[in-house]
């Protein structure tokens, strides 16, 4: 009997440093409470980048896996459930209804995430942004860089809302967030157009313009969310 197998997608250095934490708190070596390594020793045990150790620390940080304390590190979440951890995937396919189902979610978190940013943002969070989108304009044309560029930029404007809720509401969205992404970058025929949408969200933000950074985010929504069905309607034709 034939069996049709998916190939394999290849993960980014951040996805794998998750895969890595994730296995190392599911077979108990890391529990709740324990405090993880710092970002330099992290950096020199893995052989990484600061930036991908930044982006997976962010990415477990919004799944509620790990808390970081100000001054004092970051802990595996006291109250993090292993099955938590499990349920974390890298894709999901997804066809029309799933496209508008998700944006029937990510619109509302997003446009209020985008608002309380104006109101919050720090100085620091405000430069991880600009970088975020000098990241985004410096890969254009590489779909995995852009996606992953673009991921960071809607978490940390999550993360600007200082909102617990709200950051940790996009654990189910991040994974199905990815293949959207991907699905509105694929369908993107003018590519500066999509830096100059974020960069409006930027700006806004920035300005501490909250009304502004609502409109833009949903300006940005609404242009995504018809690429994605676009790109998904293209992929069902084989194009």
Same mark, same amino acid.
């Given at each position: ?22 296995? &190392? ?31 997976? &620390?962010?990415? &477990? ?111 189910? &969205? ?66």
């Amino acid at each position: 009997m034939a069996v049709d197998l998916e190939p394999i997608e290849r993960m980014t250095v951040s996805e794998e440093i998750i895969k890595k934490l994730i296995d &190392l708190i599911n077979s108990g070596v890391l529990g709740p409470g324990d405090k993880l390594p710092s970002e330099r020793e992290l950096m020199e045990q893995l052989k990484v980048s600061r930036a991908s150790i930044r982006e997976a &620390l962010r990415s &477990l940080g919004l799944a509620g896996l790990l808390e970081t304390r100000p001054g004092n590190g970051t802990y595996v979440s006291e109250c993090f459930s292993s099955l938590i951890a499990g349920q974390v995937e890298w894709s999901a396919l997804l066809g029309e209804q799933d496209i508008l189902e998700l944006m029937e979610v990510r619109e509302p978190l997003e446009v209020q995430a985008a608002g309380l940013a104006a109101q919050r943002a720090t100085v620091t969070q405000l430069e991880e942004l600009r970088q975020a989108i000098e990241r985004l304009r410096s890969n254009l044309g590489d779909v995995e860089q852009e996606v992953a560029a673009d991921l960071v930029f809607h978490t940390i404007i999550a993360e600007m809302a200082q909102n617990r809720v709200l950051y940790r509401l996009t654990l189910g &969205l991040r994974n199905l967030l990815r293949e959207y992404i991907k699905q509105a970058t694929s369908a993107t025929e003018t590519k500066m157009s999509t830096v100059e949408e974020h960069q409006a969200i930027f700006e806004a933000i920035e300005e501490r313009d909250e009304a502004r950074a609502r409109q833009a985010m949903v300006r940005h929504l609404q242009i995504s969310k018809q690429l994605a069905l676009s790109g998904q309607a293209r992929r069902g034709k084989g194009g």
